[in-house]
């Protein structure tokens, strides 16, 4: 098997894509389902979704699960691939073991080869990971203590990726780090600048004044020095950005700004959504996501829609972006669809 780059990576046995896994989605993922599509034995793209809390939901989660990683690619108008190779990730309970978790999440592994062969779609592997460890659960049986994986010493993978040119993959803790809310004196800071905004009924600030801010404070950003803004500021702007079509509008700052310092604004920003504002989150989110697939940086824009689409699950950008980046889409194709939704500006 290989990539679907101009550099393959041929992946032969279950241990190679048991230690390939963080380098398909671009990171290590946890608590998840992750799906390799492939066709004809080339890799076209991972869809990674949440696993289901209970074990009630998994009939339901399977055939959902496989109709919309096929429907992506009937939206599409591309072919539907002819094989997905499962990768189911937990972490056993304090005391437990890696065994079994596999031996939990083993009848779901097979219920989702059911669903996928419905719509003609095989599944030749389906793995367990957990503990550092990988078993094959694509049968019905998961003996044995598992196969470490190669966490310390690279294995044949690892070292075909890295001659490939792939870096380390950190894991998603690591991505998530980046933009999570931030906590202590500087959150107590923001949530002051909230209530100022409020009492100065800031959040009804008019989209062209959004705008004009934004534009501000984007020019700000692009200096290196710039790591913060007035705390009203910056209530001023995630109130604002909570309006479609400033949000929409906000989109074009990469271009008109450069991408680097709209990707470090939208970064501030999302890390300013403290508690108890974390919904104001969505849309600074949401516009990472996008300034990070420009720099091809493909694992935090999909990390970045995650939390936007917790955040907001009503929201249809994030949804509509995060099924985008589950299929291969160019940049160009990206910048597309953010100019679709993108009103000119008008004046005061």
Known sequence: MSRSDSTPVRLHTPADLAEALPYLPGYRPSQSLAAAVFDNGRFICAARLDLPPTESAWFDFAAEAALAIVDRFNSQDTPTPDSVVLYLLDEPTPGDHGRTVAARLAPLAWLLRAAFAHHGV?????????????????????????????????????????????LPVPSEDTFTATFAPLTGRAADTLRQGFDTATSADHRAVRPAAAHALLGQAATAFADPATTTLPPADTATLLNALSQRLVRDWAMSLPDTHGNAAARRLFTYLATAAV????????????????????????????????????????????????DAFNLPITTQQLKGIARAGRPCPRTP
């Open 122 to 166: 095989t599944v030749p592997l389906a793995l367990c990971i957990s503990a550092h460890r990988w078993w094959d659960v694509s049968n019905d049986t998961t003996r044995g203590p598992g196969t470490p994986l190669a966490d310390t010493v690279p294995g044949p993978a690892t070292t075909a990726f890295a001659v490939a040119g792939q």
């Open 275 to 322: 508690d108890p504002h974390e919904a104001l989150g969505c849309a600074p989110l949401t516009l990472l996501a996008v300034s990070a697939w420009y720099d091809e940086d493909q694992a935090l824009a999909r990390l970045a829609l995650r939390r936007a689409c917790r955040l907001d699950p009503t929201a249809p950008l994030p949804a509509m972006l995060r």
